[in-house]
């Protein structure tokens, strides 16, 4: 068994299955600094940029990961150890399989460690990209409203304090790269571009937006200067990567001999597509399979609303029929028919643009062919997680394009319903499942009403707005939960797809 770390990548150039960097580690320079370094940013990102120095590009555009949450602790530990690398294993619907050691990674800073040292890194010239994978919720914004949330503890917390003399440090996203920005404004050097990659419509403008309500309250100078100055691309990103398991552990070790803290399994589909707008330069992505295009927003909606919204369509009814992956979901021919007709055809799809160089019947087809995917063994749980950042985000502006234009909504309404009828707590054969979600004992506490008030969940105006008060919503929602609560997901799947 080998431990990986620089060193070791000698040991591994001999086996057949797996490939190592064909570069050397100490010809990368950071130009890249991440926020966020899980799973996906793993399977994608930092792919491509392996691809890069793999291809010969510059050396210029490595990884400098930066975790901020207690958790990314444990991502410290793992990838410092390792000089930065993992593996990462592909796998197909076919049961092939690619594995690769990425080197991008040169460096991780985990920032209640050394914030001083993300800010000296953040404020580096040759840093001209700052890359973001925080999730839905990291861009601090209320659903409903899109506002910012200025009562956010560690929001507040970094507007109050003062970072100029070094004596408190950032401990969110906004903190560091605003106070970064401001360094750079001072010592003359240029701004950085902000590149999110997170599952949001119009990520760039949203954390454009959300920086920029962070830094009118912090130093409205800087915030005109940022507005001024600062490029904030959209990207579409896909690449299902579920969480890494023992399993994953175990297969990486045996199968490649590797002993590695963390490795990344994903399934081999990749995609990415970026507005490309870097005005301080970036590296040539196009050479290694990234769309550079003008206009986003079509591929964005496209992924969104069909891959991950029906996600959420196969989650909570998967899970109330008893499922446990994502795989077993989509082969249960009820859930498939609902996800795959009633959502995506007859829902998701009039609310999609046409899409350059899609054709979306091949491209639906392809995500119940993903979601099938047995070998990388996606769960439904994590599907499930954090679900009041998803649903707002993906499916509740579906549902109000086809309110507004007085199309049917019975299937978003009910996969609504079944987030409702899931976030009660317990199963259809009395099991306990944990909810986990920022918004956890709001939501149960909303279910737990359902005895008493049909629509206690619908009233959260945060999460849903108004959708309480349209009638063309609220009647196929009461029908569906009540349907849930009484007889049952596979009943309802059932009258759902007779009526269809
Ligand atoms: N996993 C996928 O299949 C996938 C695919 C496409 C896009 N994405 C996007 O990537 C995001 C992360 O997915 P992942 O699978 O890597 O998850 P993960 O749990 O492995 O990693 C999430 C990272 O975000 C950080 N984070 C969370 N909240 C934060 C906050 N408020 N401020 C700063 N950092 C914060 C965490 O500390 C962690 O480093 C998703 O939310 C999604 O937007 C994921
Ligand atoms: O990671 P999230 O929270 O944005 O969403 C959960 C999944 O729908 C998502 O991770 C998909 O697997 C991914 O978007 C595929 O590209």
Request: proline share 5%.
């Amino acid at each position: 068994m080998i431990t990986l770390n620089s060193a070791a990548l000698e040991k591994l150039s001999g086996s057949r299955d797996l490939q190592i960097p064909a570069y050397e580690m100490a010809e990368r320079r950071v130009g890249i600094v991440h926020f966020g370094v899980g799973g996906f940013h793993r399977a994608h990102q930092a792919l491509y940029v392996d691809r890069l120095f793999n291809a010969g590009h510059s050396r210029d555009w490595a990884i400098c990961g930066v975790g901020l949450m207690p958790g990314d602790a444990r991502m410290r530990d793992a990838l410092v150890n390792q000089d930065g690398l993992y593996t990462l294993v592909s796998k197909a619907p076919d049961g092939s399989r690619e594995a690769r050691v990425i080197g991008s990674i040169a460096e991780y800073l985990f920032a209640p460690d050394d914030p001083t040292a993300v800010l000296r890194r953040l404020s580096d010239p040759a840093v001209r990209i700052v890359s973001l994978t925080v999730t839905e919720g990291g861009y601090n914004y209320n659903p409903s409203t899109g506002e910012f949330q200025y009562e956010t503890p560690a929001v507040a917390a970094d507007l109050a304090a003062d970072f100029s003399d070094g004596s408190a440090a950032p401990s969110t996203m906004f903190g560091y790269v605003t106070e970064a920005l401001r360094r750079r404004r001072e010592a003359g050097t240029a701004p950085f571009t902000v590149l999110s990659c997170d599952n949001v419509r119009g990520n760039g403008d949203l954390a454009k937006r959300m920086m920029l309500a962070y830094a009118e309250r912090k130093d409205p100078e800087l915030a005109r200067w940022i507005e001024a100055h600062v490029a904030f691309p959209n990207s579409m990103v896909d690449r299902i990567t579920p969480v890494t398991s023992e399993e994953d552990r175990a297969m990486v070790a045996q199968d490649y001999g590797i002993a590695d803290a963390w490795p990344v399994v994903s399934e081999d589909f990749l995609q990415w597509v970026v507005e490309d707008e870097f005005p301080a330069g970036r590296p040539a992505f196009e050479e290694v399979g990234v769309q550079m295009v003008s206009d986003v927003e079509p591929y964005e909606l496209m992924k969104l609303r069909l891959l991950n919204c029906s996600h959420q369509a196969i989650a909570y009814f998967g899970l109330l029929l008893g499922h446990t992956y994502a795989h077993e979901a989509v082969a249960d021919e009820d859930l498939v028919h609902f996800t795959r007709r009633l959502y995506m055809d007859g829902e998701g799809t009039p609310t999609i643009p046409p899409v350059p160089g899609i054709d979306l019947e091949a491209y639906k087809d392809q995500l119940i062919e993903r979601f099938g995917n047995e070998h990388v063994r996606d769960t439904l749980a994590r599907l499930a997680a954090e679900s009041s950042d998803r649903i707002p985000t993906w499916l509740v502006p579906v549902i109000r394009e086809n309110l507004a234009a007085g199309r049917d909504v019975s299937a978003s309404a009910a996969i609504v319903a079944s987030w409702a009828r899931y976030a009660e707590g317990t199963g259809e054969n009395g099991e306990q499942w944990p909810v986990v979600d920022r918004l956890r004992d709001r939501v149960m506490a909303a279910a737990s009403r359902h005895d008493s008030d049909l629509l206690a969940f619908l009233r959260d105006g945060e999460l849903f707005g108004d959708l309480v008060e349209h009638p063309a919503f609220v009647e196929p929602y009461t029908k569906a939960l009540t349907t849930l609560r009484e007889q049952g997901a596979r009943a309802l799947l059932k009258v759902l797809g007779r009526s269809s």
